[in-house]
């Protein structure tokens, strides 16, 4: 079966450095979404992109947030610096189209503590 | 905008027993769909169903099936004769476009259900 597959599967980390996650998704798939998820805040959009071009990042905090997708295969989210109140579970997930009837498919998440 | 609320935090019930999640959405969209999604203690999300707006045929599949009533804005989901291995967090979804070609699949703050054996 297709799966999204996200690296690290967990990261730990110091307050003030950089993180990087990854996302490989469903091979055809042209849309790549980021979402964060919080005890508190539940899951939330961080970016989406269609066709590797980035659509909404509103969610996103831009001063130490980025999401890029170097191409079709990879989508990355990087934090510099990061903070403790970073620390939550990223997924990734991708659609084939990006019609509101698709259902998406999601990644294992990378579980990432800030200390 | 967009918005769902799923009002049942955690529910816990004992294998066999019928469980109902429920789910109350808002939109300004005329038609949309509606989406339920499992997260199991693996952790990734699954999708389970999907429902759209203009047809309020409710429909059984398996042991899962789902009322959806477009008057009172509900999506509520059933599990016929619960099993340990439904025990998971389960979201409602809705999607919708923003602007600029965007797209936002709005969740739900999720309930977590546990069955007990």
């Known amino acids: 079966d297709a799966r999204v597959t996200q690296t690290p599967r967990d990261k730990v980390t110091e307050m003030g450095q950089e993180v990087t996650m990854r996302c490989q998704p469903i091979?055809?798939?042209?849309?790549v979404f980021w979402y964060r998820q919080t005890m508190m805040q539940g899951l939330e959009l961080l970016a989406y992109?269609?066709?590797?071009?980035?659509?909404?990042d509103s969610g996103m905090p831009k001063d130490r947030f980025s999401a890029e997708m170097p191409d079709a295969t990879l989508a990355t989210l990087k934090i510099q610096p990061s903070e403790p109140r970073d620390s939550a579970v990223y997924f990734c997930?991708?659609?084939?189209?990006?019609?509101?009837?698709?259902?998406?498919?999601f990644g294992s998440g990378t579980q990432l503590s800030v200390l | 905008a967009q918005k769902v609320t799923q009002a049942q935090t955690e529910i816990s019930v004992v294998e066999k027993e019928d469980v109902t999640l429920d789910c109350v959405y808002e939109?300004?969209?005329?038609?949309?769909?509606l989406f339920w999604y499992k997260q199991p203690p693996s952790g990734e999300l699954v999708f389970l169903i999907r429902?759209?707006?203009?047809?309020?045929q409710n429909e059984i599949s398996g042991r899962y099936s789902w009322n959806f009533q477009k008057s009172t804005s509900s999506f509520n989901f059933t599990i016929t004769a619960s099993q340990v291995v439904d025990s998971a967090v389960y979201f409602c979804?809705?999607?919708?476009?923003?602007?600029?070609?965007?797209?936002?699949?709005?969740f739900g703050k999720g309930t977590k259900l546990s069955v007990i054996p």
């Open positions: 992109f269609r066709n590797r071009a980035p659509l909404d």
């Open positions: 091979l055809g798939h042209n849309t």
């Open positions: 997930a991708s659609g084939p189209q990006g019609s509101t009837n698709e259902k998406l498919f």
């Open positions: 979804a809705l999607p919708s476009y923003s602007g600029a070609g965007s797209y936002q699949l709005t």
């Open positions: 429902r759209n707006s203009f047809d309020e």
């Open positions: 939109t300004r969209d005329t038609t949309y769909y």
